[in-house]
């Protein structure tokens, strides 16, 4: 089974922080993604990466960066935390335009 | 410009009935479609896909694609309470997502 771990399922940080937020996957994928979820707005893409090294921005990406640099591990990075940032973090990744499989998610709260 | 619309829900259906869950889509090349189910504090996970027009049967599920219509259903039959939880429509590339219908079976 294809496994998808992030490195916190909880996280408390401080307005101005910088977050990271480490995602890892065993299938070796080509794809991986970030989503933030909020209440009545969906998933919504921040980043993705087609390979290592590779990105580009979702529809949302103000705020945050990535990197890639090993295929099975993509980050993302709050380069200062705000509170507008709370929200519940998901990665993802795929092999080619199939299903992606989720990891379980980390929720962020910024004071 | 919102890419996926799902009907906004929430939605109940009494224990054993059909629940039907609808997505449009706005861009007419598509090509792959899929239904995750995502129950609360937890993440998504698929249970369907469908990737040609007509219906793609697993169990007690059923999608449906209509891509003249740009339109894509799931038919959850016989539901079960253990159905209860918020569907997320997704449509292909980067997986644009739906904001889910939130989807409750009453005993």
């Known amino acids: 089974d294809v496994k998808v771990t992030q490195s916190s399922r909880y996280l408390v940080k401080r307005t101005g922080e910088k977050v990271f937020l480490e995602c890892v996957q065993d299938?070796?994928?080509?794809?991986m993604f970030w989503y933030r979820q909020d209440p009545g707005l969906g998933l919504r893409l921040i980043y993705f990466?087609?390979?290592?090294?590779?990105?580009e921005k979702g529809d949302i990406p103000e705020g945050y960066s990535v990197s890639r640099e090993k295929k099975e591990r993509f980050s993302l990075i709050l380069e200062s935390a705000s509170t507008n940032q709370t929200s519940m973090y998901l990665c993802?990744?795929?092999?080619?335009?199939?299903?992606?499989?989720f990891g379980p998610g980390t929720r962020l709260l910024v004071l | 410009q919102k890419e996926v619309e799902q009907n906004s829900g929430p939605l109940s259906v009494p224990e054993g009935a059909i629940a039907s869950l609808n997505c449009t889509y706005s861009?007419?090349?598509?090509?792959?479609f899929f239904w995750y189910r995502q129950y609360s504090g937890k993440s998504p996970e698929l249970i369907m896909s469908?990737?040609?027009?007509g219906d793609q049967e697993d169990g007690r599920f059923t999608a449906q694609l209509n891509k003249a219509s740009q339109y894509v259903s799931l038919l959850i039959r016989d539901s079960q309470p253990s159905d209860s939880a918020t569907y997320l429509c997704?449509?292909?590339?980067?997986?644009?997502f739906g904001t889910g219908t939130r989807l409750t079976i009453i005993p």
């Open positions: 993802a990744s795929s092999q080619g335009n199939v299903r992606q499989y």
């Open positions: 299938m070796d994928h080509e794809n």
């Open positions: 990466s087609y390979d290592v090294k590779m990105k």
């Open positions: 861009d007419r090349g598509s090509q792959s």
């Open positions: 469908i990737y040609s027009n």
């Open positions: 997704a449509v292909d590339g980067k997986l644009t």
